[in-house]
């Protein structure tokens, strides 16, 4: 079966400045994605960035990017010049292969304050 | 393009009550999933259509939950009789082929 975990419940961070979420996975596939997903109080799953597990460069979108550590299975996002808006819950999710239902982390609710 | 729709966004039942969610998937997305998500924690399948036939549905309560997707097209999923435990977003995603889900705005339900 897949986990996946998050350890940091709640985080805050400056406006400005940079913030790092931890997740860490477990699972007996080679081939998976991992992604990270931003949940707003509207409730609305927005995906912020994927890897794929058989690429070795760790992807990046704008003032996110992500180090992805596949032997320690561990897949962290860093926010840079964080802003007001990404306050949210953070959700780290894993899907073995197409077509299968995403596992996600319990989330981590995350501040940024002005 | 469209994003997936839900319907109602919120709704407030008393525990025993039923209800019943409505999801519109992007055109063309043949798989659709129904997760939960209780306060507090990430999203938790509940089950899977393939167009309208039922991939994975062992996680769905089935002496209260049911589902159906008729014409592999809009889906809803019922509870009947609810419970308090039953409180939590109900979250409707859909997905061509590939990897990347979609997902609705969800429907917040309150048990009381």
Redesign the interface.
Known sequence: AQTVTQSQPEMSVQEAETVTLSCTYDTSENNYYLFWYKQPPSRQMILVIRQEAYKQQNATENRFSVNFQKAAKSFSLKISDSQLGDTAMYFCALVNSGNTPLVFGKGTRLSVIA | EAGVAQSPRYKIIEKRQSVAFWCNPISGHA?L?W?QQIL??????LI?F?NNGV??DSQLPKDRFSAERLKGVDSTLKIQPAKLEDSA?Y?C?T?P?????Y????T?LTVT
């Open positions: 798989t999933y997760y507090g924690q990430g999203p938790k399948l899977q393939q991939v994975d977003v979250l995603a997905q082929p590939g990897y990347e889900q997902f609705g705005p969800g917040r």
